[in-house]
């Protein structure tokens, strides 16, 4: 009986010790849309202060795109990971938009629609140097004669250009020449 009390508790001792590695491994691998798109965040941060560069940018975006094509449980194909229109709103919300025009996978062209589908396109990151968008656009995938819309969600940055530097001496010339002008002829049209 002794025995079997000090196995039972060397048994619930084990457990309890490994009990936070066995809950964080697995929160890690069921993470939500919301942990993958902060892990894209801090990786466009780390490339805003110069800590990585922009092909491992590209990298990171690329590893996130298929960890959160996974957890929407997107079909892979030779075409990439394909979604439905229901799984892309149910991370990306109502679409924001629509199109009539979807990309025809396969054929390497557009084709005008009879009604408009939802296209989406949401900001993910807003920095000094980049911008970065997760969009979702509809093609269609034909098989068999027929036509599918399916998504594929994409990562585009946009960098952006460097903000005019303010000239503060040509504008405080500017206005002494305007206020000169006025009080050599205190006039309504020179005010």
């Known amino acids: 009986m002794k025995k079997l009390v000090i196995f039972v508790f060397l048994l619930l001792a084990t457990f309890l010790l490994f009990l936070p590695f066995i809950s964080s491994t697995s929160s890690a691998s069921s993470g939500s849309f919301e942990d993958e798109i902060k892990k894209v965040t801090y990786y466009a941060e780390e490339y805003e202060t110069g800590n990585i560069d922009y092909p491992r940018l ?39 938009m629509y199109t009539r025009w979807v990309w025809v996978e396969k054929e390497d062209r557009e084709k005008k629609l009879d009604k408009e589908v939802p296209a989406w396109d949401k900001i993910v990151f807003d920095g000094k140097k980049i911008q970065i968008r997760l969009n979702a656009y509809p093609s269609l995938f034909i098989k068999n004669g027929e036509e599918k819309l399916i998504y594929h969600l994409n990562f585009q940055t946009t960098f952006k250009r460097p903000a005019e530097s303010f000239d503060i001496d040509g504008k405080i010339n500017e206005i002494k020449t305007l206020a000169e002008t006025y009080n050599s002829n205190p006039a309504s049209e020179n005010a």
């Open 58 to 96: 590209v990298i990171y975006l690329g590893t996130q795109r298929e960890k959160i094509n996974e957890k929407l449980g997107a079909a892979r194909t030779n075409e990439g990971d394909i979604l439905k229109q229901d799984q892309v709103r149910n991370v990306l919300g109502d679409p924001k």
